[in-house]
């Protein structure tokens, strides 16, 4: 079975789209949980400081998010611009 | 080298078989071992406790096996499986029965075993709520169980289903798509739907009074943590579903493909990081219950980012299945 060099790359580009975005989820799901998790923590020891808590929490996650935000961009070049 | 299309079928349930509970023995043996593990501390603080302790323990552990028993009744029906008019097809379809069954049964069992000590230790901690918190254990443990029963409702779609009308290109990728996601996308699920029951066993030991509170902040957080398996399912279901045009092109059977390793990788994360959050929420409302409302917040607030990229993943397999 030939196949052309163009269908190959164009194949190699969809399997990477989804190994981009798949395996870039893992960090940024367990990261983002682990600082829920401290958050939820901290909001119990002292229930006072819940709104700066809940801000840091969320400045955190955002922060930790961007990985993930970079793998669904090179995931979206991969599907329609490469 | 060329074999005919029965003795690829054969090659392909025998593998699938041994994947199956290959990987289904692991999440099972280690949630057991944990349970053993904590009820062996339990014991050696309160010895005399040990006919609730060791009662308790078998029944967690029996929960936690179940996981690995879907396995084993998947690996069995393959090897004895009547494949019927041979076509090649069939091939890919056991075989990513056996990855999702294999796949999936790892979270649940791992799960499993976290309620089940944490019961353990607990009945130890505190002998007059042994009842409330076998209760508690099992009903944690049986939302952690619902992974494994998702994959293996995927994996007996890909055994029985009837797929000879398909055609071979690209069906055979859509299928393994299928089975790849909704059993890696049930590792993380089940794992951390596991660590909130765990944290709510061990809540309710210290603070018997909150059991209501504790339930109910555990099942919501379980819940949460559930969907990216959920999503997983999801994506199982439109690639067994859909009917793909016949193409020989290899890009048009890496898309469905391609999906499938995204939901399912894409999912374990996510999952476990849900968890995580409702760990420690479930924990701190048990000390500190008059904050319940407050902890539940922010604990739905941090599992909605974390969920965030289960949902780009998901946005990315469906471009991939029907845009593409």
């Known amino acids: 079975m030939a196949i052309e060099g163009a269908?190959?790359?164009?194949?190699?580009s969809l399997l990477g789209a989804g190994l981009a975005m798949g395996l870039g989820a893992i960090g940024p799901g367990v990261g983002e949980g682990l600082v829920g998790s401290k958050a939820c923590e901290a909001i119990g020891k002292n229930p006072g400081e819940a709104g700066l808590l809940t801000r840091t929490m969320l400045v955190g996650q955002a922060v930790s998010e961007s990985t993930g935000i970079y793998s669904l961009v090179v995931a979206l070049l991969l599907l329609f611009v490469v | 080298m060329s074999f005919d299309t029965a003795t690829w079928i054969q090659v392909a349930t025998f593998s699938a078989g041994g994947l199956a509970m290959g990987f289904g023995a692991i999440g099972a043996?280690?949630?057991?071992?944990?349970?053993a593990g904590l009820a062996n501390e339990g014991l050696s603080s309160r010895p005399e406790k040990s006919g609730d302790i060791f009662k308790n323990m078998l029944v967690g552990q029996a929960i936690a096996e179940s996981a690995a028993i879907f396995a084993l009744v998947v690996a069995v029906l393959l090897l004895f499986l009547d494949p019927g008019a041979p076509y090649l097809l069939k091939a890919s379809a056991v075989l990513a029965a056996g990855l999702s069954m294999g796949f999936g049964a790892i979270g649940s069992g791992v799960g499993a075993g976290f309620p089940a000590g944490q019961a353990c230790l607990g009945i130890a901690r505190q002998p007059a709520v042994?009842?409330?918190l076998t209760t508690n254990m099992l009903i944690g443990s049986a939302v952690c169980q619902t992974p494994a029963i998702f994959a293996m409702v995927v994996a007996l779609l890909l055994m029985f289903t009837d797929f000879s009308s398909m055609p071979l290109a690209p069906t055979w990728a859509a299928l393994?798509?299928?089975?790849?996601?909704?059993?890696?996308?049930a590792i993380g699920s089940g794992a951390g739907g596991g660590l909130a029951a765990g944290a709510s066993c061990e809540g309710i030991a210290r603070q018997p009074v909150s059991v209501g509170n504790v339930t109910t902040t555990m099942l919501v957080g379980q819940a949460v943590s559930q969907t990216p398996a959920i999503f997983g399912l999801l994506i199982s279901f439109i690639l067994i579903f859909s009917a793909f045009p016949e193409s020989a092109a290899l890009s048009a059977a890496m898309a469905p493909l391609g999906a499938g390793i995204c939901m399912g990788f894409g999912g374990i994360g996510p999952g476990l990081g849900n968890g995580l959050t409702a760990e420690q929420a479930v924990r701190w409302v048990a000390r500190n219950l008059e904050n319940t409302g407050g902890l539940t917040r922010t604990m739905l607030v941090g599992q909605a980012v974390s969920q965030s990229t289960a949902i780009y993943a998901m946005v990315v397999s469906l471009v991939l299945i029907f845009v593409i």
């Open chain 2, 29 to 35: 043996a280690l949630g057991e071992g944990y349970t």
């Open chain 2, 130 to 132: 042994s009842g409330t």
């Open chain 2, 176 to 185: 393994l798509g299928a089975g790849l996601s909704t059993g890696l996308a």
């Open chain 1, 7 to 12: 269908e190959l790359v164009k194949a190699a």
